[in-house]
Nanobody
Framework: QLQASGGGLVQAGASLRLSCAAS????????MGWFRQAPGKEREFVSA????????YYADSVKGRFTISRDNAKNTAYLQMNSLKPEDTAVYYC???????????????WGQGTLVTVSS
């Protein structure tokens, strides 16, 4: 089970940190990913981190602004979001996968999502 949290309403340029707490599984053996879905749009890849934390992927739209990390001792993954823009507004989902990939179809387990709203 995955539980995402940390969303909220912020102004452009602000920062937020999302958390994804895992329970009931082998968190440390799974890659973790963050995806987002804006109103009227498909769910898109944001970032992913390998089980060890050494491998990281980012979408071009967030590269240099977002940082993904994980703490396997706490069974938690994080997404630090800086310099937020109105176009970052979306529901953010965390997901777990047995393989370290960007593709949404690779992720077997999904959290419920947390809403991030960035005002201009």
């Amino acid at each position: 089970q995955l539980q995402a949290s940390g969303g909220g309403l912020v102004q452009a340029g602000a920062s937020l940190r999302l958390s994804c707490a895992a329970s009931g599984g082998t968190f440390s053996s799974h890659a973790m990913g963050w995806f987002r879905q804006a109103p009227g749009k498909e769910r898109e890849f944001v970032s992913a981190i390998s089980w060890s934390g050494t491998g990281k992927y980012y979408a071009d739209s967030v590269k240099g602004r977002f940082t993904i990390s994980r703490d396997n001792a706490k069974n938690t993954a994080y997404l630090q979001m800086n310099s937020l823009k109105p176009e970052d507004t979306a529901v953010y989902y965390c997901a777990a996968s047995g393989v370290f990939r960007r593709e949404r179809e690779s992720y077997e387990y999904w959290g419920q999502g947390t809403l991030v709203t960035v005002s201009s």
